[in-house]
């Protein structure tokens, strides 16, 4: 049905949102430093600078710094950005009218129009752009047939009323649709700057055009280190106060201390031993993250992972207590499920996760006896003696450690299975992914809105991000009911859902890990640091003392 991919959130409770200051202006004690200039760190290199393109959470930290779309998230909240206010739909929650600033700029001088979010919602669901977010789109009006090849992108719901004013007409009435337009695919782009750069646009920083806070400097496709100066026509620069933010990619965390306590950087995370030595500092901060690392097997190119037993007893080899405090050290949390702890909540005010753990146990539970049980089983049933898959992780320093776990769990307790272990680049290992090039991956999830379909949707059948292939019609019955029949019934909505959680689980269509908590070092000097739902930093507030 069109309306399979986005479906109707209710009742979210955002627990996983935190402020680092608890204060909502500067103090007025403070004594900002001369220079305002934030060091910190990321994990690896920017992907893409295409909102339309950008699927990993490093070049999304980096839209957000440089672009605005109609809503920003301040912390937990929800505040207007290009737009004048927070949208309330019109036509039982089907049409929204959105009224733009007329003092929003490019970093070029020209104005943001209504038409650049026309020109940036067609492009995203256009096939030509080969968009994996596409599928965010599918509740407006004619989404799903562009995608498919059989309306035009013209045809989108979507329409400038005038030069400052958007219409949007959707199918279905999605209650968290303002939520969602806070993901980059959703943000405005300039079609006459895009025009002209080509196929050059977003991948370097002087192929990129901002409307943000901060304008992307330094970076040239591939490099390990850039810069992000203040934007002087934002909108909203009196409030900025940050004039640069550098970024430097250090995937040893041992490095990273040293990097921080040279001042070399003023915000790092750290994993393992270095973790575990500092967590008594005073710049200590534990950040739980809506994310959750799992392993996903090709159930496509390896027909041995079609049998549910041998996922079952990938899943129970498995010690996560081992991984969590011995390989990671870092508060990261045991994962029974895919959704993480703190998404979203009943009326109740219990947690989906909470509850999905009781049932989840059963299949996430470390049981070597039972995981040698069913593997001799899943074996003899796919007429196979032995089996041998390479595990594929990225080369950073938690990823690699945790595969070095995976394998040695999974040789170790397993008899007649062989698994080799592969390091490459995240990049490499997104292609992968996308290609369908490996046995076993080691990939995570980072919530695009406050709602558990933000993870359960991924593995329908055909979603462009089940890498997988796992499949179950029961499952995607559930999940199309939970979007239409039970859309705006809660408990039923709810019971939908809680449903095809424990189908996904059951069969270990994926096998859930760990939900990631940063452990970071933040310098004491840096105030205002709020954190978003979606797993983002809000840097307009952001500024450093004496």
């Known amino acids: 049905m069109a309306f399979k991919k986005i479906l109707t959130a209710i009742g979210?409770?955002?627990?996983?949102?935190?402020?680092?200051?608890?204060?909502?202006?500067?103090?007025?004690?403070?004594?900002?430093?001369?220079?305002?200039?934030?060091?910190?760190?990321?994990?690896?290199?920017?992907q893409t600078m295409d909102p339309s393109k950008s699927t990993d959470s490093i070049s999304r930290q980096v839209?957000?710094?440089?672009?605005?779309?109609?809503?920003?998230?301040?912390?937990?909240?929800?505040?207007?950005?290009?737009?004048?206010?927070?949208?309330?739909?019109?036509?039982?929650?089907?049409?929204?009218?959105?009224?733009?600033?007329?003092?929003?700029?490019?970093?070029?001088g020209r104005p943001v129009t209504a038409q650049n979010f026309v020109y940036s919602w067609r492009r995203a669901v256009n096939p030509a752009t080969n968009a994996s977010y596409a599928y965010l789109f599918n509740a407006v009006v004619n989404a799903p047939e562009i995608m498919a090849g059989t309306k035009e992108p013209e045809t989108l719901g979507i329409k400038a009323l005038t030069k400052h004013t958007v219409q949007i007409k959707l199918t279905e009435a999605v209650p968290y649709f303002n939520s969602l337009m806070t993901n980059p695919a959703f943000f405005p782009q300039n079609q006459q700057y895009i025009q002209k750069v080509g196929a050059k646009y977003g991948t370097e920083a002087k192929y990129t055009l901002s409307n943000g806070p901060f304008i992307l400097k330094n970076w040239t496709g591939n490099n390990k280190k850039w810069s992000e100066t203040k934007n002087k026509h934002y909108w909203n620069a009196k409030k900025v106060k940050l004039d640069q933010i550098t970024v430097q990619v250090v995937k040893n965390p041992n490095i990273a201390l040293n990097l921080y306590?040279?001042?070399?950087?003023?915000?790092?995370?750290?994993?393992?031993?270095?973790?575990?030595?500092?967590?008594?500092?005073?710049?200590?901060?534990?950040?739980?993250?809506?994310?959750?690392?799992?392993?996903?097997?090709?159930?496509?190119?390896?027909?041995a992972f079609q049998n549910q037993k041998i996922r079952q007893a990938l899943s129970l080899a498995i010690n996560r207590k081992e991984i969590t405090s011995r390989i990671l050290g870092d508060g990261s949390l045991v994962a029974h499920s895919v959704i993480p702890q703190g998404l979203m909540s009943n009326t109740k005010n219990q947690d989906f996760a909470k509850i999905a753990a009781d049932t989840a146990k059963t299949y996430t539970t470390y049981s070597k006896s039972r995981a040698q049980r069913l593997f001799a089983e899943g074996l003899s049933e796919a007429n196979l003696q032995n089996l041998e898959v390479t595990l594929v992780t990225d080369n950073s320093t938690s990823a690699a450690a945790v595969g070095a776990y995976l394998k040695q769990a999974w040789t170790t307790n397993l008899p007649n299975l062989t698994v080799n272990l592969e390091t490459v680049p995240l990049k490499e290992r997104l292609s992968r992914s996308e290609t369908g090039d490996f046995d076993i991956v080691l990939s995570s999830w980072n919530a695009d809105y406050p709602d558990v379909v933000s993870f359960?949707?991924?593995?329908?059948?055909?979603?462009?991000?089940?890498?997988?292939?796992?499949?179950?019609?029961?499952?995607?019955?559930?999940?199309?009911?939970?979007?239409?029949?039970?859309?705006?019934?809660?408990?039923?909505?709810?019971?939908?859902?809680?449903?095809?959680?424990?189908?996904?689980?059951?069969?270990?269509?994926?096998?859930?890990l760990y939900q990631s908590v940063e452990a970071h070092l933040l310098n004491q000097n840096v105030k205002q640091l709020p954190y978003s739902p979606a797993n983002t930093y809000n840097f307009v507030p952001t500024y450093i003392v004496e």
């Open 12 to 46: 979210v409770i955002f627990s996983t949102a935190l402020l680092l200051s608890a204060c909502s202006q500067q103090n007025a004690n403070d004594t900002l430093a001369k220079k305002q200039i934030f060091n910190r760190m990321e994990s690896d290199t920017i």
């Open 261 to 303: 306590q040279k001042d070399k950087l003023d915000d790092i995370v750290l994993t393992g031993q270095s973790a575990q030595r500092t967590k008594n500092d005073d710049a200590f901060i534990r950040r739980e993250r809506s994310r959750v690392f799992y392993a996903e097997m090709n159930q496509v190119k390896d027909t």
């Open 63 to 108: 839209l957000i710094d440089t672009m605005d779309g109609f809503y920003r998230y301040n912390g937990k909240q929800l505040q207007p950005a290009i737009a004048t206010k927070i949208a309330k739909p019109t036509n039982g929650g089907k049409t929204y009218t959105i009224t733009l600033r007329k003092n929003a700029k490019w970093a070029n």
């Open 456 to 512: 359960l949707d991924l593995f329908t059948t055909g979603n462009s991000y089940n890498d997988g292939g796992w499949s179950n019609d029961e499952y995607d019955r559930l999940l199309t009911t939970s979007a239409t029949t039970d859309a705006l019934n809660k408990t039923a909505r709810w019971q939908d859902l809680m449903n095809a959680q424990q189908i996904l689980t059951q069969q270990q269509g994926i096998i859930p």
